[in-house]
């Protein structure tokens, strides 16, 4: 008596199709941080915790994540102007790392104290930054060709 066995069915090629066409279909888009010096002044002026964010932020998250699921992926020029600020910024409270947290629109935002303890808010969006000094009680929106100055002035 001869058994003859069922042909085996090769299912690799599918299973690499699969993955292929799923990838393409992500939403999630990694922004490139491929300067050592960027990583190493997120680092320095976040903190470990803050530099783990900003990975977690560019990496994890997709459309539709917050609590009523309206959260955007994290803007490549908003992240691109958010680290040429940490480059230059100095921050005036030692020993106090400002926080960092993305934004439902996909912004990316950072607080921390100015040396008498006033609130310093910045938001990074596509298009510019906002930004509230509470010692001056100044709330602004500007555009990414006055980053320089907003940089002294909050680095002052």
């Avoid at 922004?31 to 900003?54: T, Y």
Wanted: glycine content about 8%.
């Amino acid at each position: 008596m001869t058994t003859q066995l069922a042909a085996a069915q090769d299912s690799s090629c599918q299973l690499e199709t699969d993955l292929r066409i799923s990838s393409t279909r992500s939403s999630i888009q990694r922004v490139s941080l491929d300067d050592p010096a960027q990583e190493e002044a997120l680092l320095n002026k976040l903190g470990a915790r803050g530099w783990g964010r900003v990975q977690y932020f560019r990496n994890h998250f997709d459309v539709g994540w917050g609590e009523q699921g309206r959260g955007r992926v994290l803007s490549p020029r908003a992240f691109e102007a958010f680290l040429r600020f940490i480059e230059v910024a100095q921050f005036p409270v030692k020993g106090k790392k400002p926080s960092v947290f993305l934004t439902d629109a996909g912004g990316i935002e950072l607080c921390g104290e100015d040396k008498e303890g006033h609130a310093v808010q910045l938001e990074f969006r596509s298009k510019g930054a906002d930004y509230f000094l509470a010692w001056t009680n100044v709330e602004e929106f500007i555009d990414y060709s006055r980053l320089p100055e907003l940089t002294q002035t909050v680095s002052g």
